[in-house]
């Protein structure tokens, strides 16, 4: 795989004929929604195919999958354009493989109903998807749901992507309420009541596990954390279930989290910087990579690096100049 910055003067055609692949490829590989339109500095990905077939009268994907020995997920993996094709074509060119090292597990999130073109496009390429729709209320002191899943969910099983409920005690808009926070952390009999709810979601759906978002946690706190991190742990393992948390870092030295004694209880940790905040402060970065390798870094001393999985926010801010303090930043996601 490459990674091609557009000059002025460049086509899809001037590109892929640079890499000797086929146009299509390149405007499916990046999603390019107008071909004719290319933007200067515009970065894009040039997968650059090991072994490719050549689709003869006759050929399905099921039989040219099992001829070269890989699977149809794969194929369609390699040949994203597929996913909304109801045919393959003579003389069409096929990746079976690409010139690619190592192996991978990839997870992604979701606070929203999803178009089912995103779902298409994005399933094949995840191990993982995290399905964030359930919240703590405090104010029925239960857990509720945000909207309808059973479609991320069967799109999932049917991509074998394994889905996750996700549930956080973060408010719609990603705030955290401190006083409504400590009542959960301190009321063992309401953390009892979460939990069955929480495992009686899982019984009655087709999630394979849970996700845990943990929101501010401290040194003076995460004793307490600990204590609901094991309860749910004890529950899910022993009936086959999946755990995993996601955690904001706290890129603090003064902040020491015994992030080992996490490990202990969950399959994995992922850190995940929580961005929402951001959008009322100061122009900065919203992921600095000079403060995520430092931390990633300390926490493997005490951690195997196959237990941690590092997340990417994939929204931008765009402030307005010059910064009036209480002003908010307009949000950019793939979808503006």
Same mark, same amino acid.
């Given at each position: 795989?490459?990674?091609?910055?557009?000059? #002025?003067?460049?086509?899809? =055609?001037?590109?892929?004929?640079?890499?000797?692949?086929?146009?299509?490829?390149?405007?499916?590989?990046?999603?390019?929604?107008?071909?004719?339109?290319?933007?200067?500095?515009?970065?894009?990905?040039?997968?650059?195919?090991? *072994?490719?077939? &050549?689709?003869? %009268?006759?050929?399905?994907?099921?039989? +040219?999958?099992?001829?070269?020995?890989?699977? +149809?997920?794969?194929?369609?993996?390699?040949?994203?354009?597929?996913?909304?094709?109801?045919?393959?074509?003579?003389?069409?060119?096929?990746?079976?493989?690409?010139?690619?090292?190592?192996?991978?597990?990839? #997870?992604?999130?979701?606070?929203?109903?999803?178009?089912?073109?995103?779902?298409?496009?994005?399933? %094949?390429?995840?191990? @993982?998807?995290?399905?964030?729709?359930?919240?703590?209320?405090? *104010?029925?002191?239960?857990?509720?749901?945000?909207?309808?899943?059973?479609?991320?969910?069967?799109?999932?099983?049917?991509?074998?992507?394994?889905?996750?409920?996700?549930?956080?005690?973060?408010?719609?808009?990603?705030?955290?309420?401190? =006083? #409504?926070?400590?009542?959960? $952390?301190?009321?063992?009999?309401?953390?009892?009541?979460?939990?069955?709810?929480? !495992? *009686?979601?899982?019984? $009655?759906?087709?999630?394979?596990?849970?996700?845990?978002?943990?929101?501010?946690?401290?040194?003076?706190?995460? /004793?307490? @954390?600990?204590? +609901?991190? =094991?309860? +749910?742990?004890?529950? $899910?393992?022993?009936? /086959?279930?999946? !755990?995993?948390?996601?955690?904001?870092?706290?890129?603090?030295?003064?902040?020491?989290?015994?992030?080992?004694?996490?490990?202990?209880?969950?399959?994995?940790?992922? !850190?995940? *910087?929580?961005?929402?905040?951001?959008?009322?402060?100061?122009?900065?970065?919203?992921?600095?990579?000079?403060?995520?390798?430092?931390?990633? =870094?300390?926490?493997?001393?005490?951690?195997? %690096?196959?237990?941690?999985?590092?997340?990417? %926010?994939?929204?931008?801010?765009?402030?307005? &100049?010059? !910064?009036?303090?209480?002003?908010?930043? #307009?949000?950019?996601?793939?979808?503006?």
């Amino acid at each position: 795989m490459e990674i091609y910055i557009v000059q #002025h003067g460049d086509s899809v =055609e001037s590109i892929a004929d640079r890499y000797g692949i086929s146009v299509e490829r390149l405007i499916s590989d990046n999603g390019i929604s107008n071909p004719k339109i290319l933007v200067v500095g515009q970065a894009l990905v040039i997968l650059i195919p090991k *072994e490719t077939y &050549i689709v003869k %009268p006759g050929d399905s994907l099921k039989a +040219i999958a099992s001829a070269n020995g890989i699977s +149809i997920m794969q194929l369609l993996r390699n040949n994203l354009f597929l996913y909304n094709r109801e045919y393959i074509y003579e003389n069409e060119s096929l990746v079976i493989s690409f010139n690619t090292k190592g192996k991978i597990q990839t #997870h992604a999130f979701t606070d929203a109903p999803l178009s089912q073109d995103t779902l298409y496009r994005a399933l %094949p390429y995840l191990t @993982y998807i995290s399905v964030y729709n359930y919240r703590v209320s405090y *104010e029925t002191s239960s857990i509720l749901n945000m909207y309808d899943d059973t479609n991320i969910i069967e799109l999932a099983k049917r991509y074998s992507t394994i889905p996750l409920l996700m549930i956080s005690a973060l408010s719609l808009t990603g705030s955290i309420n401190l =006083e #409504h926070l400590y009542a959960l $952390l301190l009321n063992n009999q309401l953390q009892d009541k979460l939990i069955d709810e929480a !495992f *009686e979601i899982l019984r $009655l759906s087709e999630y394979k596990g849970v996700n845990l978002a943990i929101s501010y946690i401290t040194d003076y706190n995460q /004793g307490l @954390y600990f204590s +609901i991190i =094991e309860k +749910i742990s004890k529950i $899910l393992r022993n009936t /086959g279930y999946i !755990f995993m948390v996601t955690i904001s870092p706290n890129f603090s030295a003064e902040v020491n989290i015994d992030y080992s004694k996490i490990s202990l209880y969950v399959d994995r940790i992922i !850190f995940v *910087e929580n961005i929402w905040p951001k959008q009322a402060q100061e122009p900065a970065p919203v992921s600095n990579i000079s403060l995520i390798r430092p931390f990633i =870094e300390n926490v493997t001393r005490t951690i195997s %690096p196959s237990m941690i999985s590092i997340g990417k %926010p994939l929204i931008g801010y765009d402030w307005s &100049i010059p !910064f009036t303090p209480g002003s908010l930043a #307009h949000i950019l996601s793939l979808s503006s």
